[in-house]
C-alpha cells in the first residue's frame, strides 16, 4: 500500500514537473486555415506569423535547435521558424540526403516543443525547374507529413524559388503543384501548404490568374529591400485584393534587407516601407537568415553561440533591425 502511494506520488510529481519547465511550456498553437487572403486561427481570425529562416541547413543547421527557437521566441517574439533544405549545392539530392532529413526531424520536433510554427523549405534555387526532382520531392513531404501532418505547427513550401525563362507557372510550377499537393493531402488534409512562382517567386500575378483548387494553399512572394521596390508591393496587393481574376493569400516565406544577391549593404528605409506594408496588409512574413556568415543578410555575427542567448552587440547591422522589426 505505502510503496503504491509512493510510486503514484512520483508519477504525480514527474507528470506535473514536465507539464511547467524548459520549452514544454509551449503555448497551445492554433490549426491554421486560408479564409479569402488571410491567414486565420480556427475561428476564422486573421493570423501574422512572423520569423527567420535558416541559411542552407547542410552549412548552418546548428543554429537550427530547440535552445535558438526558444530564445526566438520569447526574446525576438517570432511565432515561426523556416528550415531550407536545399536541393543542389551539397544538398539533399547532392549528397547528403539523409543527413539532411535528420536535420529537418530535428527542427520540426524543436519547433513542436517550442510552440512556434515551422516551415518545411524544399530550396530549389539552381535546379529551378521544381519537376526535375518532383519524385524526390514527392517522397520527401508524404514522409514530413506522415510524420508530422497531425501537428498544427507544420507548414509545407514545396518549392522556393522556381526561376528560368522555361520556367513558368502555367508550364511548369502549377503541374508540379498539382503533382504534390495531393500526396501531401492525402496524408496530411488541411495544414497549409505554400508554393512558389516563376522568377524566384515574384510572379504571383500569373498564380492569382490561375490558382490551385485546393484548401488552405498560399502563394509565396519574396523581395530583397535593395532590389524590389513599390512595383512588387503594388503586384501583392492586386493579388490579395483580386486584380488578376482571384483574390489570392500571400506569404513572404523569404526576404532581406539586402540586395538579391544576400550581401552588401543593409537597405534600412526600404526595409521598414516593406515591413510597414506587410503588416498593414496581414502578411506573414520569414526573413532571411538566421547565420552568422559574413554577408549583409546574415543576423548574427560572425561566432555567434549556436544555442541563442545573442547579446545585441552580436547580432548584425541586418539582425538588430530585423530584431526591432520583429518586436514592434
Ligand atoms: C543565398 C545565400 C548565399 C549563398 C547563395 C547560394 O545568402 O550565402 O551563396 O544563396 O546558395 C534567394 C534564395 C536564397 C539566397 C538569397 C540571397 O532563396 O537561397 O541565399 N536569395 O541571394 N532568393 C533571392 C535571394
Avoid at 542552407?56 to 525576438?76: I, P
Avoid at 507557372?169 to 496524408?187: F, T
Wanted: net charge negative.
Amino acid at each position: 500500500m505505502k510503496k503504491s502511494i509512493l510510486l503514484l506520488s512520483v508519477i504525480i510529481i514527474f507528470t506535473l514537473s514536465s507539464c511547467v519547465s524548459g520549452p514544454s511550456a509551449a503555448k497551445h498553437l492554433e490549426a491554421l486555415k486560408v479564409v479569402g487572403s488571410n491567414l486565420c486561427d480556427s475561428q476564422g481570425n486573421p493570423v501574422q506569423l512572423r520569423g527567420m529562416s535558416s541559411h542552407k541547413l547542410q552549412h548552418f543547421g546548428r543554429f537550427m535547435n530547440v535552445d535558438t527557437f526558444t530564445w526566438l521566441r520569447d526574446e525576438w517574439k517570432c511565432n515561426v521558424v523556416r528550415g531550407a533544405l536545399y536541393t543542389y549545392e551539397q544538398g539533399y539530392i547532392s549528397n547528403f540526403k539523409e543527413k539532411l532529413k535528420k536535420k529537418m526531424i530535428e527542427i520540426v520536433e524543436g519547433a513542436i516543443d517550442t510552440g512556434i510554427y515551422v516551415i518545411i523549405d524544399w530550396h530549389i534555387l539552381r535546379d529551378g525547374d521544381p519537376n526535375i526532382y518532383k519524385e524526390e520531392s514527392k517522397e520527401f513531404f508524404i514522409e514530413m507529413a506522415t510524420m508530422f501532418g497531425e501537428y498544427p505547427n507544420v507548414i509545407y513550401e514545396i518549392c522556393n524559388e522556381p526561376n528560368g525563362k522555361t520556367v513558368t507557372w502555367g508550364d511548369k510550377i502549377k503541374p508540379y503543384a498539382d503533382y504534390i499537393i495531393p500526396a501531401i493531402r492525402a496524408v496530411d488534409p488541411d495544414n497549409i501548404i505554400i508554393v512558389g512562382s516563376g522568377t524566384w517567386s515574384q510572379d504571383i500575378h500569373d498564380a492569382a490568374a490561375d490558382p490551385l483548387e485546393y484548401e488552405n494553399i498560399m502563394y509565396s512572394c519574396h523581395f530583397y529591400a535593395g532590389s524590389h521596390h513599390e512595383s512588387l508591393r503594388t503586384r501583392i496587393n492586386d493579388a490579395i485584393t483580386g486584380k488578376f481574376g482571384n483574390v489570392i493569400p500571400v506569404f513572404v516565406t523569404e526576404w532581406g534587407t539586402t540586395d538579391s544577391s544576400g550581401n552588401g549593404p543593409v537597405y534600412e528605409k526600404e526595409s521598414k516601407t516593406w515591413i510597414t506594408f506587410l503588416n498593414e496588409n496581414n502578411i506573414s512574413w520569414v526573413n532571411w537568415s538566421l547565420c552568422d556568415m559574413n554577408e549583409g543578410s546574415a543576423a548574427l555575427l560572425p561566432g555567434a553561440a549556436y544555442t541563442g542567448g545573442w547579446p545585441m552587440d552580436m547580432l548584425s547591422e541586418s539582425g538588430s533591425l530585423v530584431y526591432s522589426l520583429l518586436r514592434n
